[in-house]
């Protein structure tokens, strides 16, 4: 999308700075589009962006990426940043404290399908008859191309293909919360089945795991904005979109602490019921609006504990044996100064469907993760922190559950498209489908521009006429 044949170059609003519109504004940049992008918050990056707590920056939820998660890490290289100094990659592995009465999973580096081979034989922790049901079903699930003909919970897969209880509780849950972020109970098969797919089912490398050494804004959201001014656009952050009203010039964005602007095409990535509630105002959109305010959600708490720099747990990260009835509510640890010197004993721990734990008062669920560590790493003295903060996304994920219809990119109106990781797609809502999300919304965009304008993309100089989501 570039001003060629003497055209001049569309004028194009990203509505949202999370992951996906901030993927969306760089793509189209890249094409020669002139993009704004508006942003309500201060800072960008959505559910994935760092906030100040009592003066330390922290991310307000702790990720781990794949390597299978190409199309983001082909972005931030595009934008500046190198994965390899910012993202500490680790072998495939579910790996619980010594004694904790947990599992020792490493796969090595080795060729697929021998890492998984290896790793299998290796493992610490299960049971012959745990391994066995465990490779019936790796054999089961490439049989069946990853994929179910008729959608059911990830519980009933499990049970389908006679998965060890101990299996389950060690390796299957683990995942599957850490994924999807749904109890396996309501959890999609076919969407935990294509995160099997395309990473334990694939390259080695793909099923690597990535955990972020820069805070999550500089890791990739405010190397998106300076690529986006590079390109000669802007990122206007404190500026919430009121409403999109159509004309014949294009489409007018009314935004706060923004003067109303008309542009030729509009990608939404704002979250679900806030997109839906944009394109209520239009007839064409009704059904659209309604599915997107009928999303259901799954929380995630993240707590931090604050110990002596001197503090080193035994890995990066470590998986735990969880049990809400019992106050045990972390399932996975990270130990941050092994990412980020400066954050030397300071500790991560991720509650994934934390539906109970977020019934919980801050201080409670602290002083409940900060005991279930000190059972977990017996000695260490983590019964006590310095200091400990919660952060609770409340909606942090759409609940990803079987047989969910998520809307494409794009809608009924020329000029005006979704983002986001709610969008249609195989995987949940992870960072890699925002990203995709985004670069799918632009390439409508960019395919509209060419030629000549299909249901829902842009047609450059047309906007007379039909009106306003990874993992």
């Not at 609003?13 to 189209?28: K, N, P, Q, S, T």
């Not at 008729?150 to 299957?172: N, Y």
């Not at 010039?249 to 679900?272: K, M, N, Q, Y």
């Amino acid at each position: 999308m570039s001003a060629t044949k003497g055209r001049p170059a569309p004028a194009v609003a990203v509505v949202g700075g999370g992951w996906a519109g901030c993927a969306a504004a760089v793509e189209l940049a890249r094409k020669g589009a002139q993009v704004t992008l508006f942003e309500a918050a201060r800072t960008l990056g959505g559910r994935a962006r760092a906030v100040d707590l009592d003066g330390r920056l922290l991310d307000n939820g702790q990720h781990i990426l794949l390597g299978a998660y190409t199309e983001t890490l082909n972005l931030l290289n595009r934008v500046g940043v190198d994965p390899k100094t910012a993202l500490l990659r680790l072998p495939l592995q579910m790996r619980y404290p010594e004694g904790s009465g947990g599992m020792d999973f490493v796969a090595p580096r080795l060729p697929a399908p021998w890492h998984m081979t290896i790793a299998l034989l290796r493992t610490k922790g299960l049971e012959r008859a745990d391994k066995m049901a465990l490779a019936r079903f790796w054999t089961a699930a490439r049989w069946m191309g990853w994929r179910l003909d008729t959608d059911v919970s990830v519980r009933t897969l499990l049970e389908r293909f006679e998965q060890t209880a101990r299996l389950q509780r060690l390796m299957w849950t683990p995942l599957c919360l850490a994924a999807l972020n749904t109890p396996p109970e309501r959890a999609s098969s076919n969407v935990f089945l294509a995160v099997l797919r395309d990473s334990l089912g694939a390259k080695r490398a793909a099923s690597d795991m990535l955990i972020p050494r820069l805070e999550l804004s500089a890791l990739f959201p405010q190397a998106a904005a300076r690529y986006l001014a590079a390109q000669g656009g802007s990122a206007l952050t404190g500026a919430k979109a009121a409403s999109l009203q159509r004309g014949p010039g294009g489409w007018l964005v009314e935004a706060s602490g923004a003067e109303g602007r008309v542009f030729d095409a509009v990608v939404l990535a704002t979250p679900p019921a806030q997109s839906g509630a944009l394109l209520a105002p239009f007839i064409e959109t009704a059904e659209l609006s309604a599915r997107l305010k009928a999303f259901e959600y799954e929380p995630i708490a993240t707590c931090y504990l604050q110990y002596d720099a001197g503090l080193r747990l035994p890995l990066p990260f470590c998986a735990l044996l969880d049990a809400p009835e019992q106050a045990r509510f972390g399932q996975f640890a990270f130990d941050r100064g092994q990412l980020d010197p400066a954050q030397a004993g300071l500790l991560a721990v991720v509650v994934s469907a934390a539906g109970a734990a977020a019934a919980l008062g801050q201080e409670e669920l602290a002083r409940a993760i900060a005991a279930q560590l000190d059972a977990a790493f017996p000695g260490l003295g983590l019964a006590a922190p310095q200091w400990s903060r919660v952060i609770t996304e409340k909606r942090a994920t759409f609940a990803c559950t079987p047989g969910l219809q998520r809307p494409e990119n794009m809608t009924p109106l020329t000029g005006l498209v979704l983002a986001g990781d709610y969008t249609a797609g195989d995987y949940p809502a992870t960072l890699e489908s925002a990203v995709r999300s985004g670069q799918a919304a632009a390439t409508v965009i960019l395919r509209g521009n060419r030629s000549g304008g299909k249901n829902g993309s842009l047609s450059h100089g047309a906007g007379d006429g039909t009106s306003a989501s990874v993992q």
